[in-house]
């Protein structure tokens, strides 16, 4: 505290920064989802308000309000309203896209930029209607968001005086005034901080009559107190406790007073609180001398600039901070789940729709190799409702091929394989929401007995409100024949379907084509959930123009028979080589991605990588019906085949006598394979096929005859 009659420099206490973790969050959302790879400046708002402890001084915050909307079309200044607990004030945010280029900022043309900013809002006038602008600060960062670790620096550009404001006089405001003026200016201060329109005013005029009454007013009625011999001080809400410095707003504020009204001798009034009132004990009175030196009048020369703000260890550099262990596992999980779908937007894909894979209903039948891998890489595509279907327990030979379980789910006989799964997905990623389902498919060629035909219907009834309530199925068991029965079903309510089978060798993925309804109207009606009504509404004017897509029955001649009677170990087993899975797997959610994302979606015409008519290019690439491989060969080809009008799963004829008769068709068509056979006109195919005889040429001819190929 200075004495009386001495003078020295004025020293400011620094402005302090507290960033809340909402800040963080919302920045990293808005770089997701909204900013990518631009990196321009962005306007933001920090808030402070007087200090209100004897022994803490505030801080200038930055919330999760403090950054723009990401519903905002362009990033611009939003008008906030402050409150008596925090004042608005404007700022600018550089967030780099990497590590180096933080490090590599040019911070003092930074911060020189921003002290031309205050210069300028003081030569303007734009001071006297918001002086708010005298405390705009600069924050500079850098997010990782692999890491959840943030790197920031905050900077409060504060314009020199030259020479420096010396201090004539410093001590409370309850000695400086007396005791009547104490209580008016006590009582003006709250009222001041009790109106509205003035309780985030940071800057403003405390003048005191003659007769001890104290007014408080704006900076513009400066030049009227003066005229009426007012006392009059230059308030502001200072966030420093300290009893012998001022805080870091006063620098500035004295600039602009030496600019604007060129006194010399300046009367400054330090307002704090304590317990939301006026406390002239903790409150400062000061009195300044400014050299009004022609550098100050001169409207091209900018004075130099300080404000970077010392770190915790007192040195003037960056800060770190690390969310990671303070979020939620949960939470973080999902964070660091969508952060490389998120990425694809910023420049490979920016149409991705990340809403409509996660809301994508999946049913996955078969929790074996294939489901296995079908649902890890679901998940990693953003998909987050999954249902697993299988009647299997693990085995100890599982394992190894079926990456969702460990020995511990093959002790004591083995776990319920779907139940397991689900276990597992949610121990990988414990947002997903999946179920598990335990029930055997009925097959067709494989006969019920009577005493067991009510839990059989009842199954065929449980699958067929699954498939109903799901939006996309995986068809991924091991035996041809239990595909039919899901096969039929997605037909008849018009889902889309993916199929992986997998040989030796060798492996097949395709998607089915749509149902052989004949208006979208019907489809509408099918429909159980949005996303599916949102499939069935699309266009049928290729699935008209042109022949379906087949399913997975499509080229046989003869119904789905039990394929695993009479059969020796090796194939009853799924023998295949332990690449295969992951291959087909991966394709077959490729294939469920690119149909989300097709305009046509199920109605999508078959497309190859030499096609000219695919409608133009898809941001993922084309939509092929079927994809065949060979890891011996090393060799994948794309094939289309269209619908069979004797297919035994989706032809009309079939999906109509289901319409017709229900459950009693399925139970026939389980019971009688040939039943099958003889509605779709298999049987006489195959008896017009065997009585058909070819007879053939033996005389040779000219070589003109033949063609060559």
Same mark, same amino acid.
């Given at each position: 505290?200075?004495?009386?009659?001495?003078?020295?420099?004025?020293?400011?206490?620094?402005?302090?920064?507290?960033?809340?973790?909402?800040?963080?969050?919302?920045?990293?959302?808005?770089?997701?989802?909204?900013?990518?790879?631009?990196?321009?400046?962005?306007?933001?708002?920090?808030?402070?308000?007087?200090?209100?402890? +004897?022994?803490?001084?505030?801080?200038?915050?930055?919330?999760?309000?403090?950054?723009?909307?990401?519903?905002?079309?362009?990033?611009?200044?939003?008008?906030?309203?402050?409150?008596?607990?925090?004042?608005?004030?404007?700022?600018?945010?550089?967030?780099?896209?990497?590590?180096?280029?933080?490090?590599?900022?040019? %911070?003092?043309?930074?911060?020189?930029?921003?002290?031309?900013?205050?210069?300028? #809002?003081?030569?303007?006038?734009?001071?006297?209607?918001?002086?708010?602008?005298?405390?705009?600060?600069?924050?500079?960062?850098?997010?990782?968001?692999?890491?959840?670790?943030?790197?920031?620096?905050?900077?409060?550009?504060?314009?020199?005086?030259?020479?420096?404001?010396?201090?004539?006089?410093?001590?409370?405001?309850?000695?400086?005034?007396?005791?009547?003026?104490?209580?008016?200016?006590?009582?003006?201060?709250? #009222?001041?901080?009790?109106?509205?329109?003035?309780?985030?005013?940071?800057?403003?005029?405390?003048?005191?009559?003659?007769?001890?009454?104290?007014?408080?007013?704006?900076?513009?009625?400066?030049?009227?107190? &003066?005229?009426?011999?007012?006392?009059?001080?230059?308030?502001?809400?200072?966030?420093?406790?300290?009893?012998?410095? +001022?805080?870091?707003?006063?620098?500035?504020?004295?600039?602009?007073?030496?600019?604007?009204?060129?006194?010399?001798?300046?009367?400054?009034?330090?307002?704090?609180?304590?317990?939301?009132?006026?406390?002239?004990?903790?409150?400062?009175?000061?009195?300044?001398?400014?050299?009004?030196? &022609?550098?100050?009048?001169? #409207? &091209?020369?900018?004075?130099?600039?300080?404000?970077?703000?010392?770190?915790?260890?007192?040195?003037?550099?960056?800060?770190?901070?690390?969310?990671?262990?303070?979020?939620?596992?949960?939470?973080?999980?999902?964070?660091?789940?969508?952060?490389?779908?998120?990425?694809?937007?910023?420049?490979?894909?920016?149409?991705?729709?990340?809403?409509?894979?996660?809301?994508?209903?999946?049913?996955?039948?078969?929790?074996?190799?294939?489901?296995? &891998?079908?649902?890890?890489?679901?998940?990693?595509?953003?998909?987050?409702?999954?249902?697993?279907?299988?009647?299997?327990?693990?085995?100890?030979?599982?394992?190894?091929?079926?990456?969702?379980?460990?020995?511990?789910?093959?002790?004591?006989?083995? =776990?319920?394989?779907?139940?397991?799964?689900?276990?597992?997905?949610?121990?990988?990623?414990?947002?997903?929401?999946?179920?598990?389902?335990?029930?055997?498919? +009925?097959?067709?060629?494989?006969?019920?007995?009577?005493?067991? =035909?009510?839990?059989?219907?009842?199954?065929?009834?449980?699958?067929?409100?699954?498939?109903?309530?799901?939006?996309?199925?995986?068809?991924?068991?091991?035996?041809?024949?239990?595909?039919?029965?899901?096969?039929?079903?997605?037909?008849?309510?018009? %889902?889309?379907?993916?199929?992986?089978?997998?040989?030796?060798?060798?492996?097949?993925?395709?998607?089915?084509?749509?149902?052989?309804?004949?208006?979208?109207?019907?489809?509408?009606?099918?429909?159980?959930?949005?996303?599916?009504?949102?499939?069935?509404?699309?266009?049928?004017?290729?699935?008209?123009?042109?022949?379906?897509?087949?399913?997975?029955?499509?080229?046989?001649?003869?119904?789905?028979?039990?394929?695993?009677?009479?059969?020796?170990?090796?194939?009853?087993?799924?023998?295949?080589?332990?690449?295969?899975?992951?291959?087909?797997?991966?394709?077959?959610?490729?294939?469920?991605?690119?149909?989300?994302?097709?305009?046509?979606?199920?109605?999508?015409?078959?497309?190859?990588?030499?096609?000219?008519?695919?409608?133009?290019?898809?941001?993922?690439?084309?939509?092929?019906?079927?994809?065949?491989?060979?890891?011996?060969?090393?060799?994948?080809?794309?094939?289309?085949?269209?619908?069979?009008?004797?297919?035994?799963?989706?032809?009309?004829?079939?999906?109509?006598?289901?319409?017709?008769?229900?459950?009693?068709?399925?139970?026939?068509?389980?019971?009688?394979?040939?039943?099958?056979?003889?509605?779709?006109?298999?049987? =006489?195919?195959?008896?017009?096929?065997?009585?058909?005889?070819?007879?053939?040429?033996?005389?040779?001819?000219? =070589? #003109?005859?033949?063609?060559?190929?």
């Amino acid at each position: 505290m200075a004495d009386q009659g001495t003078e020295s420099i004025l020293q400011f206490a620094p402005f302090q920064s507290a960033v809340d973790e909402g800040f963080w969050h919302r920045l990293s959302s808005l770089k997701l989802n909204k900013l990518g790879i631009d990196d321009s400046p962005i306007p933001i708002t920090g808030f402070y308000a007087p200090c209100s402890h +004897p022994h803490v001084s505030n801080h200038l915050t930055l919330v999760s309000e403090s950054l723009p909307s990401e519903s905002s079309e362009h990033f611009r200044p939003e008008i906030i309203r402050g409150n008596r607990n925090r004042c608005p004030v404007p700022g600018v945010l550089y967030n780099t896209n990497t590590l180096e280029g933080f490090q590599s900022l040019d %911070k003092q043309s930074l911060l020189r930029a921003e002290a031309r900013k205050i210069w300028e #809002d003081i030569r303007s006038g734009k001071v006297d209607e918001d002086n708010s602008v005298l405390l705009r600060f600069l924050l500079i960062s850098f997010a990782d968001l692999k890491n959840w670790s943030f790197h920031y620096w905050f900077a409060f550009p504060a314009l020199i005086l030259d020479p420096p404001a010396t201090l004539v006089d410093l001590k409370p405001a309850a000695q400086w005034f007396s005791i009547e003026e104490a209580e008016s200016v006590t009582a003006a201060c709250n #009222d001041w901080r009790n109106m509205c329109s003035t309780t985030d005013v940071p800057f403003f005029l405390v003048s005191i009559s003659s007769n001890s009454a104290a007014t408080i007013s704006h900076l513009v009625e400066f030049d009227a107190c &003066q005229k009426n011999g007012d006392k009059v001080l230059f308030g502001f809400y200072d966030p420093c406790h300290l009893p012998n410095n +001022p805080g870091w707003p006063l620098r500035n504020y004295l600039w602009y007073i030496s600019r604007r009204w060129s006194l010399e001798k300046v009367h400054f009034f330090c307002y704090r609180e304590s317990r939301g009132f006026a406390n002239l004990e903790l409150s400062l009175v000061g009195e300044v001398s400014i050299s009004n030196s &022609q550098d100050s009048k001169n #409207d &091209q020369n900018m004075p130099n600039a300080v404000g970077w703000e010392q770190n915790n260890r007192g040195r003037k550099a960056p800060r770190c901070i690390s969310l990671a262990k303070t979020m939620d596992p949960t939470r973080l999980a999902i964070s660091a789940a969508d952060l490389n779908l998120k990425l694809m937007r910023w420049r490979q894909l920016p149409s991705l729709d990340l809403n409509v894979l996660s809301s994508t209903r999946c049913l996955l039948l078969g929790a074996g190799t294939l489901g296995c &891998q079908v649902a890890r890489m679901l998940m990693a595509w953003g998909v987050r409702k999954i249902t697993l279907l299988d009647s299997g327990k693990v085995a100890m030979s599982n394992p190894l091929r079926q990456s969702l379980y460990t020995l511990d789910d093959c002790l004591n006989g083995g =776990e319920l394989k779907a139940e397991a799964a689900v276990k597992s997905l949610k121990k990988i990623f414990p947002a997903v929401e999946a179920e598990s389902v335990i029930m055997a498919i +009925p097959m067709p060629g494989h006969p019920v007995p009577s005493q067991e =035909e009510n839990s059989v219907l009842e199954d065929c009834r449980r699958l067929h409100k699954l498939i109903d309530s799901h939006d996309a199925v995986f068809l991924l068991t091991d035996t041809r024949e239990s595909r039919w029965l899901p096969s039929l079903l997605c037909a008849n309510a018009n %889902k889309v379907t993916i199929t992986a089978a997998l040989g030796f060798d060798s492996f097949l993925v395709m998607r089915h084509g749509a149902g052989p309804l004949s208006s979208s109207h019907e489809i509408k009606a099918k429909a159980t959930n949005d996303l599916s009504a949102e499939i069935g509404a699309l266009s049928l004017k290729d699935n008209i123009k042109g022949q379906r897509l087949g399913c997975y029955f499509c080229n046989d001649v003869v119904a789905p028979v039990d394929s695993t009677a009479n059969r020796t170990l090796d194939q009853q087993c799924t023998v295949t080589r332990p690449g295969l899975a992951p291959i087909a797997s991966s394709l077959a959610v490729e294939l469920l991605v690119g149909i989300l994302h097709h305009p046509s979606g199920i109605f999508a015409k078959a497309e190859f990588a030499s096609s000219i008519d695919t409608g133009g290019e898809q941001p993922l690439g084309i939509l092929p019906h079927q994809i065949r491989g060979s890891i011996s060969q090393f060799s994948q080809m794309t094939l289309a085949g269209h619908a069979s009008a004797s297919c035994t799963a989706c032809s009309s004829t079939v999906v109509e006598e289901y319409e017709k008769r229900g459950l009693d068709f399925i139970l026939e068509a389980i019971n009688h394979p040939t039943y099958l056979e003889d509605i779709t006109g298999l049987t =006489e195919l195959m008896k017009s096929a065997a009585s058909f005889q070819i007879g053939w040429d033996d005389e040779t001819g000219d =070589e #003109d005859d033949f063609v060559e190929i």
